[in-house]
């Protein structure tokens, strides 16, 4: 028997961020935790629900995610990004991702991937998180060039990958310089240690 | 330990000497102090004679006592080439002398010097051209002669970093004007990069008065209040299209060196002057230095340079040479004053040190030093790789700018002369010209990006250059005196050898350049270039504007192979099943930027399992796109050679992609999910550059099409599952899909949960002929199903296996891989698929050439088997026909076949070769020639597909 799955592709977790009992296997293999906490923190939030909608601009879903090409945003529970001209994620728990996709209406040139296995995605937090990812992108991370709640393509030590700027608020209620990086996930132990790296310098 | 040359201490010097360093100077232990320049310390322990010439071995101390010194080049530890008028000292540093034999002091190469009128320039290339056939032994003799210091092959690799930074204004540059530009700008509101080549900022104000010291203390306070990053020991190594700078960094607190990659709005070239040698016999006597040595050695390091001098001045540095010799308790014997007509005709002295000057009005002054003080060269190296080309001035016997792009603006002594406040107020003008340029241009590049913040309002007007220029001061044109002399210290290039080349005809500066190597040594021309040009002039009996000169290129200054290689960043590819492949002895094999497992021991058993039980292999490589959209087949149909239209729900096929020219680019599956959802398959190489190929049909030839692309490639682990037990041990993990050979045959696909997992595919196909599944797992739990299928078909004898062994299944089964069977010039027919190349199809990529190639000749791929089974032809084994040495094709893949028990290849031979049971001629790479017969099928193994199909 076929099962159609023409929404939602690959495996949606049934509950918690989980199938089943089923754990989610990380892309990075070896972390030594000590290196990847400090002053610039390295977390791996790969297991997170991820989806990927790609819509035309005179379609209904287009309407209803909104944003600028280059922007991001939080909706409630869930994070949209709008990372290509026609291409939005949609990042949260996964109740709520897949709640959001079924309202979408994918009529016309529209469609949906869920890419939670496909791209890995770390977050690179800290006062000087700009400064670390200097060392392996060559993008313009100043405010004015790279505000919270922007996204872009871009290299990042010679992989493919987008990155989101997404301040969190600290424990103290200040704001914390943080960037979401997503890529292809066979290249997770490979970029973590290379991020690893870059931010060593800056504790 | 005494130093002997050390002055009394003083309020201008950077040494600290309440820090004593200790070192080792070529086996002699010596003391000098934080601060000191590794030249300097050794010139305060009483040693003037620091390095050996290139080609004649001449002794050799200090000329200008800064990055430049062609001198100056020594050898610390394992490290070659040290900069010593540069570089600061280090506790416990070893340093000795480079290219010498057996000592600095009894040098046995200077006997070069005896031969010295047969080694002009041009030497090598007259000499050893002939006969080519001893090159070899010229080469090893040279060889010994090699200047430099020594590499010591096991020096671990340090860690050199890289930056990217895009700060609105760089400066290149710290003295006076520099520091005035950095400063003005980041008070506009510019965010600035101030690259200073030396360990202080300050530039020629470190050597002045101590208003001058004052003044550079208060510029650096300012800038750092400012907010202007200040990289210190750095240079600006060179500019490229719209101000992207190299910036090597010496001076990073973890890192040996840090390349950074600047893209600047704005930069601001303040690189100063750098005071020129003069040329007289006699001008490499060690005790022959530039006035700015002298200044320096004296005020910054407390060493005094000589004991009695002679000062040839034609400007106020060598006016203030003069005042800090004096200073310093060294006799004045004499001040040649050039901005008269007197100049100096030549330098006496022994081996070792100069001892007396000769003047052009007859005198001879005795002295163990002589200060030149002659004129200075602009380094307008990066205004040059900006596209201007600097004018020269006789008036000021020195180059100026001309006409830089609008985002290059040069400032300070480079651009004319001036009092330190001028200097300053030049820096600062063209510091606030920086910004308004560098705001306008943010506005523009910030309102083109989409992820920017958003600009208000429109554009800022571009600024327009009202700066009031500095004025030119007027210099004696001072080059040669009526003497020969040294022109380039790092290759040993005289006046007398320009004079001589021109002769010969090398009479444009560029082949000059070339053909006599001045300007190309460690000095990069800083201090050659002008003397050269103005030699030339000289001996064409033209001036230097019709000469014309070389155009400085990058780097500014030399740069470590180390610093431009930076960190290593080579991305590898693991799938979700990598760490069980770790942990059970499996042999690695990188394709491209995967890592996989070639095998886990023996490749032959696994191989042998699979066929009589059941293997399963990580094939998460294999590319995977997903295609959603109702133009899909339309897609297709232009993609593959075959027909997709009518492919139904549940149903896969095959399909060869071509090239526009007919070459086969790519192979594979492609599964019809859903009535809009198909899931194509690439080869593990090709998965990229099909996406890519996929792409550019969409988005360039036919954007109507309504074709969403996402690549799946790692979001899907996949395994393979082969062997007579396949079906039984997949049975008992998949839920809602019926395995049964009549519901689920060959060539289809099905999705469900496997080992609880959910939407999975299931493909029903196989690369190594055997009954066998495929897989796809969500990549979050490929590991989970990996291990579930080893536990639970324990029973059935299921085992991994590799890359290696896949290969051989695939090889008995007569599979080709394209990129191994065939290559960059095989159009599909050569895939002998000819049922697959429908050219009653409207339109696809490669038609019109593969149909040509159909009613031409083209060679084949057919299976082809050795007459002696033991024997496996190398691949790529050439194919003769017979009794010739004419070649008719070749082995594409060979292997022993543990299945059959004999060796099985496949070879791509002409189409008259091709026939069933034609005999075939191989030639080994060992030379022999052996037999091998055409097979009638591709599939050494199976031929009828009664397995894979069962």
């Not at chain 2, 050898?497 to 190309?520: C, N, P």
């Not at chain 2, 590898?572 to 990188?590: D, M």
């Not at chain 2, 190489?685 to 490639?713: D, I, K």
């Amino acid at each position: 028997m076929l099962v159609s799955w023409n929404t939602m592709p690959t495996s949606i977790p049934k509950e918690n961020g989980s199938v089943a009992d089923i754990q989610f296997e990380s892309p990075v293999i070896i972390v030594d935790p000590a290196a990847a906490c400090g002053s610039v923190t390295l977390t791996d939030e790969s297991s997170m629900t991820k989806a990927s909608v790609r819509a035309a601009d005179d379609t209904a879903a287009a309407s209803a995610l909104g944003l600028a090409f280059g922007s991001a945003e939080h909706r409630g529970d869930v994070f949209v990004a709008r990372i290509r001209p026609d291409e939005w994620m949609v990042f949260g728990a996964a109740d709520m991702v897949v709640a959001m996709i079924a309202e979408l209406d994918l009529g016309g040139y529209a469609s949906t991937v869920d890419i939670t296995h496909s791209r890995l995605m770390f977050r690179v937090t800290g006062g000087e998180a700009a400064k670390a990812m200097e060392k392996v992108c060559s993008l313009d991370f100043s405010d004015h060039m790279a505000p919270n709640g922007s996204c872009a393509g871009a290299s990042v030590a010679k992989v493919g990958c987008d990155v989101i700027r997404d301040d969190i608020v600290g424990a103290d209620g200040a704001t914390i310089r943080s960037y979401r990086i997503l890529c292809d996930r066979s290249f997770g132990q490979y970029l973590f240690d290379a991020l690893v790296d870059a931010k060593a310098e800056f504790g | 330990m005494i130093m002997s040359n050390r002055l009394p201490e003083s309020s201008s010097e950077v040494v600290d000497r309440s820090k004593p360093i200790r070192f080792d100077w070529n086996g002699k232990k010596m003391k000098g102090f934080e601060g000191d320049t590794i030249a300097s310390a050794i010139l305060a322990n009483g040693d003037h004679i620091l390095s050996r010439s290139l080609k004649y071995h001449r002794p050799r101390g200090v000329l200008t006592h800064d990055f430049w010194d062609p001198n100056l080049m020594v050898q610390v530890g394992d490290e070659p080439n040290v900069r010593a008028g540069h570089r600061r000292l280090e506790a416990g540093m070893k340093i000795s002398a480079q290219n010498v034999w057996p000592s600095l002091k009894f040098d046995a190469k200077a006997a070069n010097g005896i031969a010295g009128r047969f080694l002009t320039a041009g030497f090598y290339y007259k000499t050893f051209m002939k006969p080519a056939r001893l090159w070899p032994v010229y080469e090893k003799v040279l060889a010994r002669f090699a200047p430099g210091g020594e590499v010591d092959l096991n020096t671990p690799h340090g860690y050199h970093d890289k930056r990217y930074a895009h700060p609105d204004v760089v400066v290149a540059g710290a003295g006076p004007a520099g520091l005035a530009a950095a400063i003005a700008a980041a008070q506009c509101g510019a965010s600035v990069l101030l690259v200073e080549h030396e360990y202080e900022v300050g530039g020629h104000l470190l050597w002045g008065t101590d208003d001058d010291r004052a003044a550079a203390a208060t510029l650096l306070a300012q800038a750092a209040a400012a907010g202007v990053e200040i990289l210190t020991n750095s240079t600006v190594t060179g500019r490229y299209e719209d101000n992207w700078l190299g910036i090597a960094q010496r001076s990073h607190p973890i890192a040996v060196e840090r390349l950074i990659k600047a893209r600047a709005k704005v930069l601001v070239v303040a690189a100063g002057l750098i005071e020129r040698p003069y040329v007289f016999q006699g001008n490499d006597l060690p005790g022959v230095m530039t006035s700015g040595a002298v200044s320096r050695l004296i005020n910054m390091y407390g060493v005094k340079p000589g004991k009695c001098a002679v000062v040839l001045a034609a400007n106020e540095s060598g006016d203030q040479a003069v005042e800090d010799l004096k200073r310093a308790d060294v006799e004045v014997a004499r001040v040649v004053d050039a901005r008269g007509s007197t100049t100096v005709n030549c330098a006496k002295g022994s081996r070792t040190r100069i001892k007396s000057v000769e003047v052009s009005d007859g005198s001879s002054i005795d002295c163990d030093l002589l200060v030149t003080a002659v004129g200075w060269t602009a380094p307008t190296s990066l205004l040059n790789m900006s596209g201007d080309r600097p004018v020269y001035d006789a008036a000021a016997a020195r180059f100026f700018p001309n006409s830089p792009p609008d985002n290059v603006l040069a400032t300070g002594g480079i651009t004319g002369d001036g009092s330190r406040d001028e200097l300053i107020a030049h820096g600062r003008a063209t510091g606030e010209l920086a910004a308004g340029r560098a705001n306008a241009a943010r506005h523009r590049i910030q309102a083109a990006t989409a992820s920017a913040a958003a600009v208000a309002g429109d554009e800022p007007e571009y600024p327009s250059d009202n700066r009031a220029p500095l004025t030119r001061a007027d210099h004696p044109e001072l080059h040669r005196s009526s003497t020969h002399g040294l022109v380039d210290y790092s290759e040993d290039i005289s006046s007398k050898d320009l004079f001589g080349a021109a002769a010969e005809g090398f009479d444009s500066v560029e082949l000059l350049k070339r053909f006599t190597t001045a300007t190309m040594g460690p000095s990069q021309g800083k201090l050659e270039t002008v003397n050269t040009v103005a030699i030339l002039a000289e001996a064409r009996a033209e001036t230097i504007e019709q000469v014309g000169t070389t155009v400085w290129r990058p780097p500014y200054a030399p740069i470590s192979l180390g610093a431009l290689g930076g960190r290593v960043f080579e991305p590898v590819r693991v799938s979700s099943i990598h760490p069980w492949h770790e942990a059970n002895g499996y042999t690695p094999i990188l394709a491209g930027q995967w890592v996989r497992p070639e095998h886990y021991g023996d490749p032959h058993a696994e191989v042998r399992n699979t066929r009589t039980n059941v293997g399963i292999t990580d094939v998460t490589p294999l590319g995977k796109l997903d295609l959603q959209g109702p133009d899909v087949p339309k897609l297709l149909s232009q993609l593959y050679t075959n027909k997709w239209m009518k492919l139904p729900v549940g149903g896969v096929r095959y399909g060869i992609m071509c090239a526009e020219d007919g070459v086969v680019l790519d192979d594979g599956v492609t599964a019809r999910l859903g009535e809009d959802h198909y899931l194509m398959t690439t080869t593990s190489s090709g998965a990229g550059g099909v996406w890519n190929w996929v792409e550019n049909w969409l988005q360039t030839e036919h954007p109507e099409w309504q074709v969403h692309v996402t690549p799946l490639t790692t979001g899907l682990t996949s395994i393979n599952i082969a062997g007579p037990n396949s079906r039984k041990l997949l049975s008992r993990l998949v839920d809602c899909i019926d395995l049964g050979p009549g519901a689920f045959e060959y060539m289809q696909v099905r999705t469900g949960t496997i080992a609880e997992v959910d939407n999975c595919i299931v493909w029903r196909i196989g690369f190594t002929g055997e009954l066998s599944y495929e897989i796809h797992v969500p990549s979050g739990h490929g590991l989970h199903v990996w291990n579930a299928l080893l536990e639970q078909g324990e029973d059935l004898g299921v085992a991994p296996f590799g890359l290696e062994a896949q290969r051989i299944m695939r090889l008995e089964k007569g599979h080709f891989i394209v990129g191994q069977d065939t290559d960059g010039l095989s159009k599909a027919p050569t895939t002998g698929m000819i049922s697959l190349l429908k050219l009653d199809k409207d339109d696809w990529a490669g038609k019109t050439e593969v149909a040509w190639a159909l009613e031409d000749d083209y060679p084949v791929i057919v299976a082809v088997q050795p007459t002696d089974p033991k024997i496996v032809p190398e691949e790529a084994c050439q194919i003769l026909r017979d009794g010739t040495r004419e070649i008719v094709g070749r082995i594409t893949s060979s292997r022993h076949s543990p299945t059959l028990e004999r060796s099985v290849c496949l070879a791509q031979v002409s189409r008259e070769f091709a026939v069933a049971g034609t005999t075939l001629t191989v030639l080994l790479a060992n030379g022999e020639r052996i037999n091998a017969r055409v097979m009638e099928h591709h599939a050494h193994f199976d031929p009828e597909g009664e397995r894979l199909r069962g």
